[in-house]
C-alpha cells in the first residue's frame, strides 16, 4: 500500500496518466487505484463511481482553460478588447492543447461530451463573462442595439470553428487565424451597429 | 453476368446501397461489383479506383444539396433574404437528411472528410453562391462595408455548427433553431451596418 496520504488532487493526476496510457475507454476507477498502489475502497472514499472521477477529471481541465480568462475580467480594458481577449484566450487553450498533446486533447473531448453537466456549467460560466463584458460595452457606448446574454451565445456558437474539439483537424491549417480574424470583425460590426 | 446496361449511376445507386449496408470503413468496388452481378472489371470502366468511385458517391450527395441553392440564386428576391435562404437551405438538408437517416448521413460525413478536393468543390461553390447575392447586397446599398468574398467564407464558417457534420448530435436539440436566429441577426447587422 501507498505510504503517503491521498488527496483528490493526487488521484486526479494519476487518473490523467492512466487515460493517457489507456484511453477514454478503458481508464477505470481500479485502474487509477492499481497505478497508486492503494486499494479500490481508499479511492472510493474520494470518488463514488468512474463517472464521478471522469466528471472530476472534466472539469478540472476545463477550469484550467476558464482560470485566465477570470483574471482577464478583471483587468481595466476597453469592452471590445477585453471581449476579444476573452475568445482569443478561450481558442488559443483549445488549439495549443490540441496541438501539444493531440491524443491527451481527444480524450479530454471525449470525457467532455460525456460529462454533459459539467460541460454546461463551463459553458453557462464562458457565457456570464462574455455577457457581463457585452454590458460594460452597452453601457460605455460601445456595444449598442443587442441583447448581453443572447448576444454572449451567439458569439461563443459563431465561434465554434475555432474552439470546439470537433473541429481540432482544421486547427492544423494555418489559414484558421485569418479566417477567426475575419469571423471576428464582422461580428463585432454587428455589435457596435447604432440602430 | 447482369443482363442490363450498367451506368455510372446505376454504379453509384449500388454504391450508396452497399455502403449503407457494410459502412465507410469496408464497401469497396468488389463488393458493389458482387452486389450488380458484374466482373470486378466492368466497374472499372466507369471507375478506376475505390477513391474514384467513394469521390463520385461524396460528389453525387454534395451536388443534391447545393442544387436546389443554384435555383435559389435566380428568383427574384432581396438579397438579405436570398442570402438567408441559401444558408437555411443547407442548414435544413443537412439536418433533415442527418435526422432522417443518422448512419448513412455519418457515413456520408466520413466520405466528404477524406474526399478533400471534392468537398473543396463543393464549399468553394456554396462561397460563390453567397458572394454573389452579396455583391447584389452592396449595389442595391442593403449592405454596406464589407468584402464579399471574405464575408461569404465568415457567413460559411460562423454558421459551422448549424450545417458541419461534427455537430449532428446538436441538431436534435430542439433550441438549435432559436440559436441560428440570433446567431443570424448578428451576422446580418454585420453586414447592414453603414461606415
Known amino acids: 500500500m501507498a ?3 491521498l488527496s483528490k488532487e493526487i488521484i486526479l493526476d494519476k487518473a490523467e496518466e492512466v487515460l ?3 484511453g477514454p475507454a478503458k481508464a477505470n476507477l481500479l485502474d487509477v487505484a492499481r ?4 486499494s479500490h475502497a481508499a479511492i472510493y472514499k474520494y470518488y463514488s463511481s468512474k463517472t464521478a472521477l471522469r466528471d472530476a477529471v472534466t472539469e478540472r481541465w476545463l477550469d484550467r482553460i476558464t482560470e485566465p480568462m477570470n483574471a482577464i475580467i478583471s483587468l481595466n480594458l476597453p469592452p471590445e478588447v477585453k471581449l476579444f481577449q476573452l475568445v482569443e484566450h478561450l481558442i488559443k487553450s483549445k488549439q495549443q492543447s490540441s496541438l501539444a498533446d493531440p491524443e491527451m486533447f481527444a480524450t479530454y473531448a471525449t470525457l467532455a461530451s460525456e460529462a454533459r453537466e459539467v460541460l454546461e456549467l463551463h459553458l453557462t460560466h464562458i457565457v456570464d463573462l ?3 463584458t457585452i454590458e460594460h460595452g452597452i453601457t460605455a457606448g460601445t456595444f449598442n442595439g443587442i441583447e448581453p446574454r443572447e448576444t454572449a451565445q451567439a458569439i ?3 465561434t465554434s470553428r475555432f474552439h ?3 473541429h481540432a483537424q482544421d486547427w492544423l491549417n494555418p489559414e484558421i487565424h485569418y ?3 475575419v469571423v471576428w470583425n464582422l461580428l463585432m460590426k454587428g455589435l ?3 440602430s
Request: no cysteine.
Open 3 to 5: 505510504d503517503f496520504p
Open 20 to 22: 493517457r496510457r489507456f
Open 35 to 38: 497505478a497508486l498502489n492503494v
Open 130 to 132: 462574455l455577457t457581463l
Open 156 to 158: 461563443l456558437i459563431a
Open 164 to 166: 470546439h474539439p470537433s
Open 179 to 181: 479566417s477567426f480574424n
Open 192 to 194: 457596435t451597429q447604432r
